[in-house]
């Protein structure tokens, strides 16, 4: 799978857009970008995914950039809830010995994002 | 039912121990997931199952046994664990193994500590 980079650490201010970014160079064409996060002491939650367009959902915009090496995460109103780890993952499809794909989820470290009253 | 269900939700056992942490989802789905997750890291995929079938094993120690009874359910049986293996425990689950195109669902986990 392609590795990711994420800032170690952002904080954001209640009621502002919280913009993650992501950087995935090694990207191939077949590989989505995934977003999940995690709140203290839960498990993690998914939030978006992508190939090459945007995406929105309820929760986010994702934003990948033209060359999809990088991509953006927008909360576009932070609350307090949204504090937590989020994780951008670049995933790819992974044969077992048997030869069966699977789409296999590997977590890098993420970026802690805390919200500020 | 968006919701994937996991038992109990802290356990502490010793080293001696046969202990089973227990995993259920009535999504349909027919891919479920064990993750481990050490403190302040990220998690570490385990097992994957396949249509009730054992699709993947993570190189993961014997001590570690999961078994899938059904569709619905995912067991992870413990036995003669060590302290290293305390951790949060996370089940998943996806409408399929395979492609990269469908979400996991995580449940909350169960807090374990080996004594």
């Known amino acids: 799978d392609a590795k990711t980079t994420q800032p170690t650490s952002m904080d954001c201010a209640e009621g502002r857009a919280a913009n993650l970014p992501c950087n995935h160079s090694t990207i191939s064409g077949n590989e989505y970008v995934y977003w999940y996060r995690q709140i203290h002491s839960q498990g993690p939650q998914y939030i978006i995914h992508?190939?090459?367009n945007n995406e929105t959902n309820e929760m986010a915009s994702l934003i990948i950039t033209e060359d999809r090496k990088s991509s953006t995460l927008i909360l576009p109103h932070a609350t307090l809830r949204d504090t937590a780890v989020y994780y951008c993952?670049?995933?790819?499809?992974?044969?077992?010995?048997?030869?069966?794909?699977?789409?296999?989820?590997?977590f890098g470290q993420g970026t802690i994002l805390t919200v500020h009253p | 039912d968006t919701e994937v269900t996991q038992t109990p939700k802290h356990l502490v056992m010793g080293m001696t121990n046969k202990k089973s942490l227990k995993c259920e989802q009535h999504?349909?789905?027919?891919?479920m997931y064990w993750y481990k997750q050490k403190a302040k890291k990220p998690p570490e995929l385990m097992f994957v199952y396949s249509y009730e079938k054992l699709s993947i094993n993570e190189s993961v120690p014997s001590r570690f046994s999961p078994e899938c009874p059904n569709s619905s359910l995912l067991n992870l049986h413990l036995h003669a664990l060590q302290p290293e293996d305390s951790a949060l425990y996370l089940c998943a689950s996806s409408p399929s193994p395979q492609g990269i195109y469908y979400e996991q669902y995580f449940g909350p986990g169960t807090r374990l500590t080996v004594t």
């Open positions: 992508g190939l090459k």
């Open positions: 999504m349909g789905h027919r891919a």
């Open positions: 993952i670049v995933r790819a499809s992974t044969a077992n010995a048997g030869g069966t794909s699977y789409g296999k989820l590997t």
